[in-house]
């Protein structure tokens, strides 16, 4: 067991939990520059999604911060999409160019995150085909990549003005949650590589850094700050990907 690997996955976990993601990009990049091996990166990447946000999730529910009825879209349509991309047949080298340049857009996203916000204000009344759209077209690269798509959704919906802060974030929370459950359906259907002796240590790591973030939140944390230096990380891990593969 890599004892750095593991308490990377709790910094990663505590950090992106803080501000309300589950960490998959990062994860995938870490695992990439450590040469995990690649049927083992993507379920391992999902699961640890799903640890982290699934906490985060029920609390937005349970506060009513998650409108079921204004939500829907993004998450049925993204389910079964991220199951496709999940299964979808992929190529080692193919998967590393598509994480490769994943990443870079990840990392001008978060760096630019506050630009992407619009003027703050909020739209009555989305049309549902435009979450169809949205939840569908990320939900199958989240499957295909292994990543939630939380850090893609939520900057479009500050952009489009979808609803308050607090929304966007239980919404973004949520829909990890769904696509990393459907990508790695797709992935078990296809006899993903599940080697637990690596999966079960990091999955413990993240559950404890990401119930630690959650509950610090940004008030302990400079969100700006952390999410400039993560952007920055990713943005050298996917130049790394690209070079290498």
């Known amino acids: 067991m ?9 910094a990663i976990a505590m950090i992106y939990a803080s501000v309300g993601f589950g960490g998959g990009t990062s994860y995938l990049a870490l695992m990439a520059m450590m040469a995990v091996p690649f049927e083992t990166m993507r379920p391992a990447a999902l699961l640890c999604n799903i640890v982290v946000v699934t906490g985060g999730t029920w609390i937005f529910y349970r ?6 009825r204004q939500s829907w879209p993004f998450l049925v349509f993204s389910v079964p999409l991220a199951f496709v991309g999940g299964y979808f047949p992929i190529r080692e080298g193919t998967f590393f160019i598509i994480l490769g340049l994943t990443l870079i857009v990840a990392a001008i996203v978060l760096w630019f995150q506050d630009n992407l916000s619009g003027s703050g204000t909020v739209r009555e009344g989305s049309p549902w085909y435009q979450g169809a759209l949205l939840g569908g077209g990320i939900g199958f690269l989240s499957g295909l990549v292994s990543v939630g798509g939380g850090i893609f959704l939520s900057p479009l919906l500050h952009f489009l003005g979808w609803d308050h802060a607090k929304k966007i974030s239980a919404l973004a ?12 359906a797709g ?27 959650s509950r610090w939140g ?28």
């Open 173 to 184: 929370s949520a829909f990890i949650l769904v696509n990393s459950l459907g990508g790695l």
């Open 218 to 245: 940004a008030r302990k944390f400079n969100a700006v700050h952390i999410r400039k230096v993560t952007a920055l990380l990713i943005f050298v891990a996917g130049m790394n990907i690209l070079f290498n593969h």
């Open 187 to 213: 992935q078990f259907t296809r006899s993903a590589t599940f080697d637990w002796s690596l999966i079960l240590p990091l999955a413990v790591a993240v559950l404890a850094g990401g119930q630690v973030g």
């Open 2 to 10: 890599d004892y750095l690997l593991v308490v990377s996955f709790f």
């Open 63 to 68: 506060e009513g911060l998650l409108d079921i």
